[in-house]
């Protein structure tokens, strides 16, 4: 009688933490990363940049900071001195199976004047300059055809003054800057509106490839 409730108690035992493994492995695999990718823009003030980005589906985490410049771990300051080389930037991590990297093209683009060189409204600066930093040389050949196709249409009056270069290094900003105009609703942070028409411009000029 007594190997029997043991053998059974054991058999109860196996089936339990065979279920916990089960369980356990189902959770993890529920839990694990996407597979994003990163993208790094500057368009000028970096609040009004990161509203526009984070809210995009597909976009799973973003930050703003300092990057492109010479001088390790700049403060907000040092950068609006215009002496380190670093623009205001925006890092992004985002779903290439929700939004691609062509389509975060089109936002940057939209979303800000890519022909005034160092100024974006009133705000003046290399700090404010219009610069894509390309982390693949995947993401270099879509900036640079993104520029190609808006230049042959003619949508913008003057000529494009987007910097394209690799990434370096990207320093966060301070907390404060970090989702500002989330955290303060009333804040300006300036963004100019461009043709709705850059969309279509950028599509076709993928399909054309």
């Not at 509203?51 to 930050?63: E, H, I, M, N």
């Not at 949508?155 to 989702?179: L, M």
Request: proline share 4%; hydrophobic share 35%; net charge positive.
């Amino acid at each position: 009688m007594r190997t029997r409730k043991v053998e059974s108690f054991a058999r109860a035992a196996l089936a339990g933490a065979a279920f916990f493994l089960w369980a356990g492995s189902w959770a993890w695999a529920e839990t694990m990363p996407v597979n994003t990718q990163k993208a790094t823009f500057a368009a000028g003030c970096f609040w009004g940049v990161e509203k526009v980005f984070s809210a995009l589906d597909g976009v799973s985490a973003t930050q703003v900071g300092y990057t492109g410049g010479t001088v390790k771990n700049p403060s907000y300051e040092q950068v609006c001195s215009g002496r380190t080389g670093h623009a205001e930037a925006i890092e992004i991590e985002h779903d290439p199976s929700k939004i691609s990297y062509d389509e975060l093209l089109e936002v940057f683009f939209r979303h800000h004047d890519p022909t005034t060189l160092n100024r974006q409204g009133n705000d003046i600066g290399t700090q404010y300059r219009s610069a894509i930093f390309t982390h693949s040389p995947q993401q270099e050949k879509a900036a640079k055809r993104a520029v190609e196709a808006l230049t042959k249409s003619k949508i913008f009056k003057r000529p494009i003054a987007t910097e394209i270069s690799p990434a370096s290094e990207f320093y966060s900003a301070e907390d404060y800057h970090q989702k500002y105009l989330k955290k303060n609703p009333l804040g300006y942070c300036h963004i100019q509106l461009q043709s709705g028409k850059i969309g279509e411009v950028l599509k076709k000029s993928r399909l054309q490839e």
